[in-house]
């Protein structure tokens, strides 16, 4: 073992100074310190568990508003709401997405989770506000408004993956480490996917209240319930502490060793990046346009109608997550995702093959197009995020799963820009078989690059990566400054801290 030394925080009071320990006690205490310390520690790790749902049902209804609003904004404005205009102001999120799975990864790992957790919140209700209110004298102003307020929403959406989901996974590994897969997968995909659902059920309440008349009232109330979803979380995070993982485990601010993180990870980032890029290629556009295509093989194009089969559409697509919840831990991550992969293939051929005699039988199409979100859902949308936490240390957690999410973003962005262009020129059908030639892609990359870290405490690849940076001849601080603070003020009953 090398001689190198790693500046360690402790459990001591603030005002003592600081031991220096060898790499060897640094990889014992980060695995026994992981425990809860006090009955507030282990009520923390379940607010933190629950925000993470709360705020990903509010991400999960932000990403799917614009399935039914395209249909509306189409039925109102008619022509000058063109594919360009649809495209652009359906963008708009999964920009502003990338962007804040990036920036408040980085901020989560440097600054501090809280300090990102209440900003994507705050961002999420700004941005909500606005589409709500969204206002112009012309229809391509009220598109322009909307595409920036999207893009506000967008941010704190996105922010939510690297602050909210890396903050839940290490509650659920200390609180069970053998459970950590199946209760991550549902509070982050099952209330995301659930979201779909919850958004088209709002519009269908909205509308049969409102009445086809009044479509403009339709959207901006869906719209605006969205500012309602995130004010919920806002008093459950005021309970939280950080996870002990975290606390114990982050870098100080300004020593990240990245150079390091790359030559150990970069495998993982490849495989994290490139598989969550496929799987939201393929997702993101079918979603968002999932009612227009709906839409399309119904006889008189009835929003309603339309409304009601995106609603089953969404419906058979969740047992997915639950199927992939339990074979997560039965087959492992890695198998689990090349068989959700495999699921593109299958359906994506089945559909795009055969696409004019099945359109003819809206059920059977309805239920194959199902099948297919429900295999997405079973493997990479399951696994995506459970792989890009469990791949990477607590110390540059957010960093590498906020860069990896953004990336899946990216590939929804592409995908939603070459979704028409591929619909108009190569035929609907097309859209079907791209998504079975991402499937194949996916598989490939799961089998060569994504690392399975079924049954592994989390703590595990901290102390090897604190071990590594030794051995590197690394040396920093590791840990946040007011540990010790944090779990004396447990220990009193305050749930307080400064990050």
């Known amino acids: 073992m090398a001689n190198s030394i790693l500046n360690y925080s402790r459990n001591l009071p603030v005002s003592e100074s600081q031991p ?6 640094a990889t014992v205490k980060i695995k026994t310190e992981s425990g809860f ?9 379940t607010f933190t568990i629950a925000a993470a749902g709360l705020g990903l049902i509010s991400d999960g209804y932000q990403n799917n508003l614009m399935t039914m609003a395209n249909v509306v904004f189409k039925n109102i404005y008619g022509t000058e709401y063109s594919s360009t205009v649809s495209t652009r102001v359906s963008n708009a999120l999964l920009v502003g997405a990338v962007l804040g799975q990036v920036f408040v990864g980085l901020i989560c790992d440097r600054i501090g989770r809280k300090v990102a957790l209440f900003a994507t919140t705050a961002l999420i209700v700004f941005g909500a506000t606005l ?6 004298s012309t229809p391509a102003g009220l598109f322009w408004f909307l595409t920036v307020a999207r893009g506000i929403t967008g941010v704190g959406v996105g922010g939510e993956y690297p602050a909210g989901s890396t903050s839940a996974s290490e509650a659920a590994n200390e609180r069970s480490p053998k459970n950590r897969g199946p209760i991550f997968v549902m509070v982050t995909n099952f209330v995301l996917s659930f979201g779909g659902p919850l958004a088209v059920s709002v519009f269908l309440i909205v509308l049969c209240a409102a009445g086809k008349n009044h479509l403009q009232t339709v959207w901006r109330v869906s719209f605006g319930i969205g500012i309602i979803l995130p004010l919920g979380v806002f008093i459950v995070r005021m309970r939280m502490m950080s996870t002990i993982l975290y ?7 300004h020593n990240v060793p990245y150079g390091l993180v790359v030559k150990r ?3 993982s980032l490849i495989g994290t990046c490139c598989a969550w890029f496929l799987y939201d290629f393929v997702t993101f556009p079918n979603g968002v346009f999932s009612a227009t295509i709906i839409s399309s093989v119904i006889k008189d194009s009835d929003i309603k109608k339309t409304a009601e089969w995106q609603l089953l559409l969404g419906a058979i697509a969740l047992p997915g997550i639950f199927v992939g919840a339990w074979l997560c831990n039965v087959i492992g991550r890695k198998n689990t995702l090349m068989l959700g992969f495999s699921g593109y293939l299958v359906f994506g051929l089945i559909i795009g093959c055969a696409y004019d005699k099945i359109t003819s039988i809206v059920p059977l199409f309805v239920v194959f197009y199902g099948l297919m979100q429900s295999s997405g859902n079973m493997g990479p949308g399951d696994m995506m995020g459970l792989v890009s936490v469990e791949s990477y240390p607590t110390a540059i957690r957010g960093t590498c799963y906020g860069i990896s999410a953004a990336l899946g973003k990216v590939g929804a962005a592409v995908g939603t820009q070459a979704f028409t262009p591929i619909e108009t020129n ?12 991402c499937g194949v892609l996916g598989i490939l990359v799961t089998y060569f690059f994504i690392p399975d870290m079924a049954g592994i405490d989390l703590a595990d690849e901290d102390a090897k990566f604190m071990e590594y940076l030794a051995v590197n001849g690394w040396q920093g601080r590791v840990g946040e400054d007011d540990d010790a603070e944090l ?3 447990a220990e009193t009953g305050s749930l307080d801290e400064k990050n």
């Open 37 to 45: 310390k006090s009955k507030q520690e282990k009520l923390s790790s």
């Open 20 to 25: 220096v320990i060898s790499e060897e006690q």
């Open 426 to 437: 190569l035929g609907k059908k097309w859209t079907f078989i791209v998504a079975a030639i």
């Open 487 to 489: 779990t004396v003020a």
């Open 247 to 253: 606390r114990k485990g982050r870098h100080s601010q």
């Open 265 to 267: 990870y970069w495998k």
């Open 131 to 136: 589409a709500t209110a969204a206002h112009a």
